[in-house]
């Protein structure tokens, strides 16, 4: 009698069964989802450029930052030879930085072309560790002020691009940091194309 009434209901019983599964794991898994989407597009949101210029007068630059730029604090060991040194950053998300730093010294002779070279040699591979990977070293001019680009490769797998350039007698230094992955990001690019001295 119990097996006639199984038989003849085990159809829409087994329609229940199913209907009970995909509500106990069906719709957990489609809450995850849902989940993970949402925290996809606050980080989207977050790591989203949103351009700005930037003038600094003080400074004598004008740059586009892929976000609002705040200064950044920081405090030179070597004093006597420095008047004023000043950074300014921008960041996306928690691994893309974007800087641009102004060194006032307090020596007023002029160099030569050699010697302006050879300074900004030194300040570049000044910040080579022996543990980075050297990628890139290049000669750069911005008009008449001589430059220098250097791309690295640091051991915690971060890839940095920096540009130095000799205006007067103070140094304008440009750096972008990211994962390796994202080296051949156009933000990169935009950020250094943005830079502009003002006369």
Same mark, same amino acid.
Request: charged share 25%.
């Given at each position: 009698?119990?097996?006639?009434?199984?038989?003849?209901?085990?159809?829409?019983? +087994?329609?229940?069964?199913?209907?009970?599964?995909?509500?106990?794991?069906?719709?957990?898994?489609?809450? +995850?989802?849902?989940?993970?989407?949402?925290?996809?597009?606050?980080?989207?949101?977050?790591?989203?450029?949103?351009?700005?210029?930037?003038?600094?007068?003080?400074?004598?630059?004008?740059? #586009? *930052?892929?976000?609002?730029?705040?200064?950044?604090?920081?405090?030179?060991?070597?004093?006597?030879?420095?008047?004023?040194?000043?950074? *300014?950053?921008?960041?996306?998300?928690?691994?893309?930085? *974007?800087?641009?730093?102004?060194?006032?010294?307090?020596?007023?002779?002029?160099?030569?072309? #050699?010697?302006?070279?050879? *300074?900004?040699?030194?300040?570049?591979?000044?910040?080579?560790?022996?543990?980075?990977?050297?990628?890139?070293?290049?000669?750069?001019?911005?008009?008449?002020?001589?430059?220098?680009?250097?791309?690295?490769?640091?051991?915690?797998?971060?890839?940095?691009?920096?540009?130095?350039?000799?205006?007067?007698? @103070?140094?304008?230094?440009?750096?972008?940091?990211?994962? @390796?992955?994202?080296?051949? #990001?156009?933000?990169?690019?935009?950020?250094?194309?943005?830079?502009?001295?003002?006369?």
């Amino acid at each position: 009698m119990v097996w006639a009434i199984i038989k003849r209901w085990r159809y829409p019983i +087994l329609a229940v069964f199913a209907l009970l599964f995909l509500i106990g794991v069906i719709d957990p898994l489609a809450t +995850l989802i849902l989940r993970s989407s949402r925290e996809r597009k606050r980080e989207q949101r977050q790591t989203a450029p949103r351009w700005r210029w930037f003038t600094n007068r003080d400074c004598g630059y004008i740059v #586009e *930052f892929p976000s609002k730029p705040f200064e950044n604090p920081v405090t030179l060991s070597n004093r006597q030879n420095v008047i004023s040194y000043r950074q *300014f950053a921008s960041a996306l998300g928690s691994n893309h930085v *974007f800087m641009v730093a102004t060194l006032v010294p307090t020596f007023t002779n002029a160099f030569t072309d #050699e010697q302006t070279k050879s *300074f900004l040699s030194k300040a570049a591979t000044g910040i080579v560790t022996p543990d980075d990977r050297l990628l890139v070293e290049r000669d750069i001019a911005m008009g008449t002020n001589i430059g220098k680009e250097v791309e690295i490769l640091r051991t915690d797998g971060n890839f940095v691009k920096m540009r130095f350039y000799q205006v007067g007698h @103070d140094l304008q230094q440009l750096v972008a940091s990211s994962p @390796d992955s994202d080296r051949r #990001e156009t933000n990169i690019m935009r950020f250094f194309d943005s830079f502009m001295l003002i006369e």
